[in-house]
């Protein structure tokens, strides 16, 4: 039998096991784990925008130089009309020493140049090009690329330049003076890199512009690696060090510098995760001692269901890795995180049965809901400032709206708030532009001292170490000058305009209308009672007995009806015109509306008389002439036999045909 002390610590474990679980099946989504994610499969060819390969360098030496926050500079091939370095070599000096005062071709065509004329240097600098050239075949050579075929392996080996991307081991014959320099050997020509390099520092500022985080890291050694049954390759890297740019301009041209951040180097995580969760592979971690160690510890996994090949290689250049501290700060073997209470509630759930999706708003004036903010440094409304409440009660939540609701003037209170309160804020955003926002409606209501930025182009450890002293020999500000005066005047406002909304929303009387009602009715029709005298509104007091909910509807519907019989005289204003009376009294009225309903009944006889003539075999819009015809006629056949109706008929008819055809 189990204690209830015991169930609850089985279901806390049970809880914790499932948020674990959770986390351990959400982790990998924060990683692109397919060949779309440069860390795991970089396009290095030389059409690439985004990478500048290395030539020529010991990888441990970059790595202890830029680590250690010493300046490079990124150095290309000799133009192609530049003279190639192996030509400084004593033996092509004394060949091209002798050469100038024994070859005749030389001396003649020399001599041939006009040497007051403008292409004197251009046509002698050929000249001399001329015999260099011929020298390098005399003495076995290889011969100098031209712009028409350009060979850049070639080219860099006349420049005393290896070639190969694949660096040369520190242990090897290969291993020249230069190795040690501050500059950093390239495959390409000036023009080229200029290029590449202004590519590569446009897309890492678009980063940083766009999200804070600088993407601009040295690679060191790459991993080729295939799938397994499948013969395509991919290039990952292994080591990742941070970096940034300097575009500096001399007499020479221009030059690019490369310089560490200061960070520390790290693995390749997502090429480390790719491996544990699809070939149950552990990566050796990286202790940041030696590169060349590290890639030795790489090769020496090889696992046989895959292709495994180290590359001593480095690139500089984007390599977007935002989401592996994400990824590692929601590590589930750290004790304290599944353990969290925001963890639990998130992915375990919590009993919500009784609670509302949407906070309540509280009446902000209330003094306990004031008291639990006292604090606010931008406007708030109502909703906004009852967020601030439950922040302050400790409350979790997520406030949601469109763009231009006052988000960000919330969280500015917020921050405020816990700033007063003696607490620490940590204030994160995806996009840089939603920081830039907070910190300067911080600093523009004098809070700026108080903020530590933590982003790619202001957390270098220099700022970081500065910014944490500048805080530390902050002097106490000054208090706000008569600060509680001002409190209590504006809260003897506040109870002025609270004491008004009280008043207006008082109910008047008996009539179910507030105050506010009445006054906004009345403000609402102004308008309408302009055009009335004066006279006759000071004569239309409504009688108090009108004064209730009923009374007042009873009011309304004999407006209505007065508005009715307004709009039907309004109607009916051309109907009098002809009548030509002016200011006409009550009695005038009267009698010419009597006449008008004579006059109406008299063309109703008329109309009803018309329609009885058909059966007569007259139409019913016979003419007046022909209607009193017939009446003459009819008048004079009176003396006939009242027993023969069919002769009446008959002459009837006759004279009615005679009488059309005259017509």
């Known amino acids: 039998m189990s204690t209830p002390g015991a169930g609850t610590g089985m279901k806390n474990t049970e809880l914790q096991e499932l948020v ?24 290095l060819s030389p059409r690439s925008n985004a990478h500048v390969r290395v030539v020529d360098e010991l990888p441990d030496i970059l790595f202890y130089k830029l680590n250690n926050g010493q300046d490079m500079r990124l150095v290309p091939l000799p133009d192609i009309d530049d003279d190639p370095k192996d030509e400084e070599a004593k033996k092509f000096r004394d060949a091209l020493s002798a050469a100038r005062l024994t070859d005749d071709n030389f001396l003649r065509e020399l001599e041939a140049v006009e040497r007051d004329a403008d292409d004197y240097l ?70 080229d890199l200029e290029r590449k390099l202004n590519n590569v520092t446009s897309k890492c500022r678009t980063w940083i512009q766009e999200t804070g985080i600088n993407v601009l890291h040295v690679a060191y050694g790459f991993l080729e690696w295939s799938e397994p049954n499948q013969t ?57 001692a030696s590169v060349e160690d590290y890639m030795a510890a790489i090769a020496e996994v090889a696992p046989r269901q895959i292709v495994w090949k180290v590359r001593r290689q480095v690139a500089i250049g984007v390599f977007p890795s935002a989401r592996m501290a994400m990824y590692h700060d929601i590590d589930p073997d750290h004790p304290a995180f599944p353990n969290s209470e925001i963890v639990r509630s998130l992915l375990g759930g919590t ?41 302050a009660n400790g409350k979790n939540l997520a406030v949601e709206g469109p763009p231009g609701t006052g ?22 955003a995806e996009k840089l532009a939603a ?115 009923p009374g007042i509807g009873r009011l309304k519907a004999l407006g209505e009806g007065v508005e009715k019989a307004a709009q039907v005289a309004v109607e009916a204003k051309p109907n009098w015109s002809a009548s030509r009376l002016i200011h006409a009294d009550r009695f005038t009225v009267e009698e010419a509306c009597n006449l008008a309903a004579q006059t109406a009944r008299a063309f109703r006889g ?36 009242e027993n023969d109706p069919q002769l009446h008929f008959d002459l009837l008819t006759e004279v009615q045909l005679t009488l059309s055809c005259r017509s």
């Open 606 to 641: 008329l109309a009803e008389a018309r329609g009885e003539l058909p059966q007569y075999q007259i139409t019913r819009d016979a003419s007046e002439q022909i209607l009193s015809a017939l009446l003459a006629a009819l008048r004079g056949l009176e003396t006939l036999s």
């Open 122 to 191: 251009d046509r002698t600098r050929a000249i001399e090009r001329s015999l260099k050239d011929h020298l390098r075949a005399e003495l076995g050579m290889p011969p100098r690329p031209q712009r028409a075929d350009i060979n850049l392996m070639q080219h860099a080996r006349n420049n005393g330049v290896t070639p190969s991307y694949e660096l040369p081991s520190p242990d090897g014959d290969d291993v020249k003076e230069h190795h040690a320099d501050d500059d950093i050997q390239t495959l390409l020509l000036p023009k």
């Open 435 to 549: 920081l830039n926002v907070v910190r300067s409606r911080l600093e523009a209501v004098g809070l700026g001292e108080f903020l530590l930025p933590l982003q790619a182009e202001r957390s270098t450890r220099e700022q970081v170490i500065e910014s944490v002293r500048n805080r530390v020999e902050m002097r106490k500000p000054r208090s706000a000058k008569d600060y509680e005066e001002q409190l209590a005047q504006y809260r003897r406002t506040r109870k002025q305009l609270a004491d008004y909304i009280d008043l207006v929303t008082l109910p008047f009387g008996t009539s179910g209308l507030t105050i506010h009602d009445i006054m906004s009715s009345s403000i609402a029709t102004a308008s309408r009672l302009e055009m009335i005298p004066a006279e006759i509104i000071a004569q239309s007091d409504v009688p108090e007995t009108l004064l209730h909910k």
């Open 20 to 43: 674990k679980h959770k986390i351990e099946n959400l982790r990998p989504k924060l990683l692109d784990l397919s060949r779309r994610n440069p860390l795991l499969a970089t396009k």
């Open 351 to 391: 009993n919500t049965d009784a609670a509302s999706p949407f906070a309540e708003e509280y009446n902000v004036d209330e003094p306990a809901i004031e008291s639990a903010v006292p604090y606010v440094v931008m406007d708030a409304d109502s909703s906004q400032f009852s967020t601030l409440v439950d922040i």
């Open 407 to 428: 988000k960000s003037q919330t969280i500015v209170n917020a921050i405020a708030a816990a700033l007063a309160g003696g607490k620490k804020v940590l204030f994160v």
């Open 232 to 288: 395509e390759t991919s290039y990952a890297p292994l080591i990742l060090c941070s970096a940034q740019i300097d575009k500096k301009r001399t007499r020479e041209g221009v030059e690019f510098h490369l310089k560490g951040t200061g960070d520390e180097a790290e693995i390749n995580a997502v090429l480390a995760e790719k491996m544990r969760l699809d070939f149950g592979i552990e990566l050796p971690p990286f202790s940041g």
